[in-house]
Structure formats: C-alpha cells, structure tokens
C-alpha cells in the first residue's frame, strides 16, 4: 500500500499512513522517519567496517521499527557496501521454509543484483553457476515435460526467474533442496566467486540483509538458526539476519550466539516514561 505524499488530514488517510505490514521504503524515510537514538546503527556501521565479513543477528519486538533502521543502515552502507537488501516473506513461503532456502535466497538475490547493475561474470563465476544449475534446471524441466537442454545464458535466466518461483512454487523448492544438501559447499563456493566478481567491478564488499526471517515460526526458526546456524554463518560476506525474539529466551540461544559475531536487539520506542512525560523520541511531535 503506497503511503500518502501528505500528513493526514482524516482517520481513513491516517489508517493508510500508519500501515504497519509494509515497512518504510528508502525514498519514504525523509517524510515518515522519527528521529532516534542512532547508536545502534552506528554499532552496526562500526562492526561492519572490522575484520569483514562478519555475520550479525538484529531483533526486536514486532513493530519495533526493524526494517526501517535497517533501511536507514543501507542507505548508510551503500556509498561502502555492495548491499543486497531483501524479504524472505516475499521470496519464500514462510510455512515452508528452511536454510537451504535461505542460502539460495542469498545466492539468487546477489546474481539478480549484480546482473541488475551490470557486473560483468568472470568465466570462473560462470562456470560456478553452470555446474551447479545445470542439475537443477535439469530436474525442473523434466518435472514440467519440456524438452531440450539450455545454454549458460539460459541457465543464468533460469536462475534468475527460480527468485520467482522457490516461494510460490512447492515442486521447484523440493527440487532445489534435494540437488542443493549434498552441494552446500559449491554454493558457498558460488556465492564467494560471485562476491569477488563484484568486488571487482564495484571496489565494494557485499553487505546482505535478509528481513522478515524473524516472522517465522519458533520451530523452523530454531531448524534454521541452532540446527543449520554454523551452515548460514559460513558464508564469505557480510549478512545481517532478522531474528525472533522469542528465541532469545530459549536454551538453544547460547549455542546460536556462538555463531554469529554479534546479537543486537532494537527495544521499543518509548512514547510515555513511568511519570507520564513523553519519551525523547517524541518529545516534539504536536497532540
């Protein structure tokens, strides 16, 4: 829902502005943002710059504004970072979601990217991506009766048009799991080829930012972050990770902070402190 050009000047238009599903869009910050205590985002900036690549877990409250400063991040980030920005609820089926659905993700995400902004492929990224499509794209077109082989192109748009149907699509994600667990490596390896190659071209280190991994349910969040989190935390780029805070309180947490190299929680604005006076965040705002 596209937010409004104007402050509101009825409920019906304040209802459309204050639409909480989807979150701030880049060129939407300037007018909708509320200022805050930034620290965090610094930290994060901070962080980013040391002893790259580093993988990070960001949490929060839902509502708390998790999108939008990671928004502010990248728009921060980009002028240093490569950032591949991106909603696992748009991409996948959060119902049926793992981490090797997440890794693909990642890896398709950063190929649209860099084919977006015209990153020309070494042979060695090519060749990553043939040997490792080639299966995939085998089994999806024997799976819809069609016939002939493809080209390297052909597996290239392939891969591209797969960003479209891993979530919607059931067999295309059984497919692409039952070739991708036993070739893990090879993607990492994908993935680390594809990051050199924009390097390359750019003079910028791949960020990723994967959102909204965070809205999954408590069992698929623990299969994807304590079962598989030494696998979505070998990756040769910086990542940041959405994360339930729910998962937080659990006793697998320990072991799922060890992965990562750092845990940094957004809390809450505070609209109104225990004396009833209006939090910093809002101290300026009209009633």
Not at 212 to 219: G, R, S
């Amino acid at each position: 829902m596209a937010l409004l050009d104007y402050k509101a000047k009825t409920l019906v238009e304040a209802i459309k502005n204050l639409e909480h599903i989807e979150p701030l869009a880049l060129n939407e910050l300037h007018r909708f943002y509320v200022s805050r205590d930034d620290e965090i985002i610094k930290r994060l900036s901070r962080l980013l710059q040391q002893d790259y690549p580093k993988k990070f877990l960001f949490t929060g409250h839902r509502g708390s504004g998790k999108s939008t400063e990671l928004a502010k991040l990248e728009e921060r980030a980009k002028s240093d970072f490569f950032v591949v920005r991106f909603s696992v609820q748009r991409q996948l089926d959060l119902f049926d979601i793992n981490y090797l659905d997440v890794l693909m993700s990642i890896a398709l995400q950063m190929l649209a990217k860099a084919e977006q902004q015209g990153v020309p492929m070494s042979e060695e990224a090519l060749e990553v991506c043939w040997s490792f499509a080639k299966e995939i794209e085998e089994e999806i077109v024997k799976s819809k009766n069609m016939g002939g082989g493809a080209e390297v192109g052909g597996i290239l748009k392939s891969l591209l048009d797969l960003r479209l149907n891993i979530g919607a699509e059931q067999t295309t994600r059984k497919i692409i799991r039952d070739k991708v667990q036993y070739r893990v490596s090879d993607l990492l390896s994908g993935i680390e080829v594809l990051a050199d190659d924009i390097l390359k071209h750019t003079q910028k280190k791949v960020l990723c930012i994967v959102e909204d991994l965070d809205k999954t349910d408590i069992a698929k969040s623990k299969d994807i972050f304590y079962e598989y989190g030494q696998s979505i935390s070998r990756l040769k780029i910086g990542v940041i990770y959405t994360f339930p805070v729910a998962l937080q309180n659990t006793n697998e947490f320990t072991q799922i902070e060890s992965y990562f190299a750092d845990h940094v929680f957004l809390p809450n604005f505070q609209c109104v402190n225990k004396e009833g006076e209006r939090g910093d965040e809002f101290a300026d705002v009209k009633r």
